[in-house]
């Protein structure tokens, strides 16, 4: 197991020293990249989502209540 692990880890860093170091100093070196994937943008960008998601749940649960009451008022 220890063996694969140290292939695993020697192909990461085979990757990323070949594909992604160039495509980051290419794009604006790691300044660049903090900027637009650090300092929590992920998680601020989840819980975009999520109230997103609870506003469109709500506004459906709304919608489909009002679609029953006109139904049974018909």
């Known amino acids: ?17 070949d594909h992604l170091e160039p495509w980051i100093q290419d794009n604006g070196s790691w300044d660049t990249f903090v900027e637009l994937y650090g300092n929590n943008t992920a998680t601020q960008s989840r ?3 999520e109230c997103f998601n609870r506003w469109s749940l709500t506004g459906m649960t ?3 209540m009002v679609l029953l009451g006109l139904i049974f008022n018909s």
């Open 1 to 17: 197991m220890q063996v694969l692990v140290s292939q695993i880890t020697t192909w990461m860093a085979t990757y990323l020293n």
């Open 47 to 49: 819980k975009g989502q």
């Open 62 to 64: 709304v919608a489909g």
